[in-house]
């Protein structure tokens, strides 16, 4: 099975400032058409997952463009450019290139 | 506007059974994958099983494979996890979510399932 593993696994960070969550698969995340199919969710406290980014890079609508993602092959990476509060919860990348999905552990985001 | 809404869980003893249920509405169900990842207290997500349109399709991962069982009903737009041998490591929320293309876009609020005595 594929593992993911993200860091850092706790991320304290001051308002308006940037912020970053790396992502690393255990195998290539690259699918036989071509895609990259890896996520991000955002999980605020007590509520569901919502997804940020599918394919790597591609934002959801409605989600504001402070947030981004890069990476290709076994490396990814979830950026911030300036946070605020309503950002704090627990971040996850997620896989589904492989059966089965797999999740990272969560980088939990907090405000200094 | 689409709604995910599970039931079911509660407390279950160790070795029994207890079946979900995920109401979906405001897309068409039958046109969509499903799945059900599930949170144990404190911890991440993990998926659980998969589901094709017509059912025709389904995965489960191997620590419920033989345990579980996902369904649906495309006719009551609703989504089923049976699950039996629960063990106290099958405590967690449960979501069902709306997989269009292995990307989960919607998700329930889920609901809490423990296994004690």
């Known amino acids: 099975d594929v593992v993911m593993t993200q860091s850092p696994l706790s991320l304290p960070v001051t308002l308006g400032q940037p912020a970053s969550i790396s992502c690393r698969s255990s195998?290539?995340?690259?699918?036989?058409?071509?895609?990259?199919?890896l996520n991000w969710f955002q999980q605020r406290p007590g509520q569901s997952p919502r997804r940020l980014i599918y394919k790597v890079s591609n934002r959801v609508s409605g989600v504001p463009d402070r947030f981004s993602g890069s990476g290709s092959g076994t490396d990814f990476t979830l950026k911030i450019s300036r946070v605020e509060a309503e950002d704090v919860g627990v971040y996850y990348c997620?896989?589904?290139?492989?059966?089965?999905?797999?999740f990272g552990q969560g980088t939990k985001l907090e405000i200094k | 506007e689409v709604q995910l809404v599970e039931s079911g869980g509660g407390l279950v003893q160790p070795g029994g059974s207890l079946r979900l249920s995920c109401a979906a509405s405001?897309?068409?169900?039958?046109?969509?994958?499903m799945i059900w990842v599930r949170q144990a207290p404190g911890k991440g997500l993990e998926w659980v099983a998969s589901i094709k349109q017509d059912g025709s399709e389904k995965y489960h991962v191997d620590s419920v494979k033989g345990r579980f069982t996902i369904s649906r009903d495309n006719a009551r737009n609703s989504l089923y996890l049976q699950m039996n041998s629960l063990r106290a490591e099958d405590t967690a929320v449960y979501y069902c979510?709306?997989?269009?293309?292995?990307?989960?876009?919607?998700w329930g609020q889920g609901t809490l399932v423990t296994v004690s005595s």
């Open positions: 979510a709306r997989d269009p293309t292995w990307s989960p876009d919607y």
């Open positions: 195998q290539s995340l690259v699918y036989g058409d071509g895609n990259t199919y």
């Open positions: 997620m896989q589904s290139t492989h059966w089965p999905p797999a």
């Open positions: 405001g897309f068409t169900f039958s046109s969509y994958w």
